[in-house]
Nanobody, 116 residues
Framework: QVQLVESGGGSVQTGQSLRLSCLIVGGAYRCMGWFHQAPGNERERVASIAGLSYPEVADSFKDRFTISKDAARNTVDLQMDNLKPEDSGMYYC????????????WGQGTQVTVSS
């Protein structure tokens, strides 16, 4: 079974950067995304990408976050710059296995904490 394994989370200060990576083990998916869930909040889509192009980033994260795919490493990466305390929470990698807008395969998540 294909697994999604996130890495790269950690604790940083406001304004610093982190790069999250999602390793796709045992397969490949064309449509991938990253989601954020702050404590007590619903999970929200941060960014998604179809194939190696067509990245989309949610308005809340535009100009600070970038999503990309590395075909050689079989990863989907989320570069997060100028981090803010409200970016803290769990970040989940997800696959939209049918590319129909429904993310149906999820990783375990990685924790990001941004202190002021």
């Amino acid at each position: 079974q294909v697994q999604l394994v996130e890495s790269g989370g950690g604790s940083v200060q406001t304004g610093q950067s982190l790069r999250l990576s999602c390793l796709i083990v045992g397969g490949a998916y064309r449509c991938m995304g990253w989601f954020h869930q702050a404590p007590g909040n619903e999970r929200e889509r941060v960014a998604s990408i179809a194939g190696l192009s067509y990245p989309e980033v949610a308005d809340s994260f535009k100009d600070r976050f970038t999503i990309s795919k590395d075909a050689a490493r079989n990863t989907v990466d989320l570069q997060m710059d100028n981090l803010k305390p409200e970016d803290s929470g769990m970040y989940y990698c997800a696959a939209d296995t049918r590319c129909n807008g429904r993310f149906d395969r999820w990783g375990q998540g990685t924790q990001v904490t941004v202190s002021s």
